[in-house]
């Protein structure tokens, strides 16, 4: 996917609001994102684990797991409209495939798959930072590709783990996996503040 390449975003595909934003509201805003950036990082470790022990609910936690894009989606859905929104999903729904076909490729042991997905997957992350700093622009666009590379990286990092059995390294890994999902949701509440809303 790559039309976040192209000069298609404009001031016409948001939804202005520039109104003042109480304490309970921003409390609201923090809460909500950080929920679905746990929930994210959350089923992703659950697919992980689903698919390296092989168990029977994999299609049930994918299935919860793809969910989280549009849930993101739909919190975007009073500040933009359904062009950016569409393409903020499905950039992030490409994310969590090429991550379920990365721990396949891992898995089976095929490193030269691995790395063909790891490109892609990787270029997929750079497309989300571009959009996330076309939403957002008082956040560059590098910060959020240093903060999506680095969740690419720890993701990998925690299924590794996995496929090798270091069970207590496996576990320890998901509180830095959950710390950094949590410094992206504030990326986003800030960004919202900034864009939206009076302060």
């Not at 030269?112 to 666009?141: C, T």
Request: a negative charge; aromatic letters at 10%; proline letters at 2%.
């Amino acid at each position: 996917m790559n039309e976040t390449n192209d000069n298609w975003f404009s001031a016409s595909n948001c939804h202005c609001c520039c109104k003042p934003i109480s304490c309970d509201e921003k409390i609201a805003l923090f809460n909500t994102w950080r929920k679905l950036w746990e929930q994210h990082v959350m089923w992703t470790r659950s697919l992980i684990i689903s698919k390296v022990d092989d168990l029977g609910d994999i299609v049930f936690v994918a299935d919860r797991l793809l969910q989280n894009p549009g849930d993101m989606g739909e919190e975007l859905v009073p500040f933009f409209k359904e062009k950016c929104i569409d393409i903020f999903t499905a950039l992030f729904e490409e994310h969590l495939l090429l991550a379920a076909q990365l721990v396949d490729a891992a898995i089976a042991g095929d490193s030269a798959l691995v790395d063909s997905i790891r490109i892609q997957w990787f270029r997929n992350a750079d497309e989300i930072a571009h959009l996330m700093h076309e939403f957002f622009p008082s956040e560059s666009e590098a910060n959020w590709r240093d903060m999506m590379h680095e969740h690419l990286r720890i993701t990998e990092e925690e299924a590794v783990l996995r496929i090798e059995k270091r069970y207590e390294e496996n576990v320890a890994i998901y509180d830095t996996i959950e710390t950094q999902a949590l410094g992206m949701a504030d990326m986003v509440v800030n960004g919202i503040i900034k864009e939206f809303f009076k302060t």
